[in-house]
Every structure is written in structure tokens, then in C-alpha cells.
């Protein structure tokens, strides 16, 4: 069974510009996380998408934002990029939500120059 | 508020060593999961484990073995005779039962050096 994938592995953008990073879940998952990791540092909430709504959202900017498809799978789009956003960005599924083990993709590196 | 602590940042063993990765966890729930996950240089995270609130069993996986003490809020988690694969970033967590908001924290994780 395939497991979280994430597309693309690298991407680099200039500042100012958008990125766009996509992932797809575990078959039969419904929820889908993002995650910022940036370099050294833990893994920070972004943003939770559960059954195509977005259930929550961390403590970042509204430039962040994404949705969820019909088929589950999820974007999450940074408009304006800013050198700062340069991390490591991690997508998880789980079924639902707290109870099930959220599984994580390779995630996708961002940088910004 | 929930709230998980790894008070070691980086520790260096040398092979063959045990090692015991610490986390502490802030929850008001009675309700909760516990997870560790193992982040390897290639940066994937990997689920190595899951426990609920209500087993405080110790559980043991071939050279991993984990403690879970309610009384202290800890779930620490212990390599035996380390090896250099083991070398990667550990990452405690804590996830509520309740179904509806959002509920996985991690730590800001420990780096393992486990040296040949």
C-alpha cells in the first residue's frame, strides 16, 4: 500500500513568488496535515484538513493556506514567499483526527532565495 | 493547555551504548495518545509507536523499549545497544481523543549521534 507521497521533494522559488506543494494520503485517510519544519527546529502546525473543510489552523500567516480535494488529497499554497519560509514542509494522514496514528510523507523542501 | 517537552536537544552515545530519549507531556485530558516518531536524515518522520492513556504497560520492540508514567507525565523511551542507525531525530508527541479539533503536538524533538 502506497504510502503519504508528496510532490516535489525540492523546490526552489524567489521571494516575492508562490509556491505551491502537494500531497496525497494514505488510501482511505481523511484527514491531512501540514507541518513546517525549518532547519534545526521542531515541527510546527500549519494546517489541518479533514473530509475537504479545513478543520484548523496554526499560528502562521494568512499567505498560508491550502484546501482538500474530493479525493483527499491536499495543496497547501505560500503566497509571497518570504526567505523565512525556507523549511522543510511535512504532510501527514491519519483517519481521524487524535485517535489513529497520522503517517508522514518525505515531505518537501522549500527554499527561498 | 497540552504541551509536550524533550528536554534533550542532542545526545552523542557511542555504539552499543543504551540511551533513553526523555518526554514530558502537559494535557488536561484523562483521554490522550502518546507517539514517537524517528526522523532520519532523509527527513521523513517515522511512527515507531502509539499508546493510549489508559495502558501503562511497558512495551519493549526488539532494542526499543518505552516507559509510559502517568504519575510523572513522562513516556521515555529507551534504545539498547545503540547502533549507528539509530542516528536520527526523535520526536515525542501527544494527540486527544476528542474527534473535531485538531490534536497532534510534537516536541522539538532529540537528536541522537550514536557514534561508530
Known amino acids: 500500500e502506497a504510502g503519504v507521497t508528496q510532490s516535489p521533494t525540492h523546490l526552489i522559488k524567489t521571494r516575492g513568488q508562490q509556491a505551491t506543494l502537494r500531497c496525497s494520503p494514505i488510501?482511505?485517510?481523511?484527514?491531512v496535515y501540514w507541518y513546517q519544519q525549518a532547519l534545526g527546529l521542531g515541527l510546527q502546525f500549519l494546517l489541518w484538513?479533514?473530509?475537504?473543510?479545513?478543520?484548523n489552523r496554526g499560528n502562521f500567516p494568512p499567505r498560508f493556506s491550502g484546501r482538500q480535494f474530493p479525493n483527499y488529497s491536499s495543496e497547501l499554497n505560500v503566497n509571497a514567499l518570504e526567505l523565512e519560509d525556507s523549511a522543510l514542509y511535512l504532510c501527514?494522514?491519519?483517519?481521524?483526527?487524535?485517535?489513529?496514528?497520522?503517517?508522514f510523507g518525505q515531505g518537501t523542501r522549500l527554499t527561498v532565495v | 493547555a497540552q504541551k509536550v517537552t524533550q528536554a534533550q536537544t542532542e545526545i552523542s552515545v557511542v555504539e552499543k551504548e543504551d540511551v533513553t530519549l526523555d518526554c514530558v507531556y502537559e494535557?488536561?485530558?484523562?483521554?490522550?495518545?502518546l507517539f514517537w516518531y524517528k526522523q532520519p536524515p532523509s527527513g521523513e518522520l517515522v511512527f515507531l509507536i502509539r499508546?493510549?492513556?489508559?495502558?501503562?504497560q511497558n512495551e519493549i520492540s526488539g532494542r526499543y523499549s518505552w516507559n509510559f508514567q502517568k504519575s510523572t507525565s513522562s513516556f521515555n523511551f529507551t534504545i539498547t545497544a545503540s547502533q549507528v542507525v539509530d542516528s536520527a531525530v526523535y520526536f515525542c508527541?501527544?494527540?486527544?481523543?476528542?474527534?473535531?479539533?485538531?490534536?497532534?503536538?510534537f516536541g522539538t524533538g532529540t537528536r541522537l549521534k550514536v557514534l561508530a
Open positions: 501527514a494522514s491519519s483517519l481521524k483526527t487524535g485517535k489513529t496514528v497520522a503517517f
Open positions: 484538513y479533514d473530509e475537504g473543510e479545513e478543520r
Open positions: 494535557t488536561r485530558d484523562t483521554t490522550y495518545y
Open positions: 499508546r493510549n492513556s489508559f495502558d501503562e
Open positions: 488510501s482511505g485517510h481523511t484527514s
Open positions: 508527541a501527544l494527540s486527544e481523543a476528542n474527534e473535531g479539533t485538531y490534536k497532534y503536538i
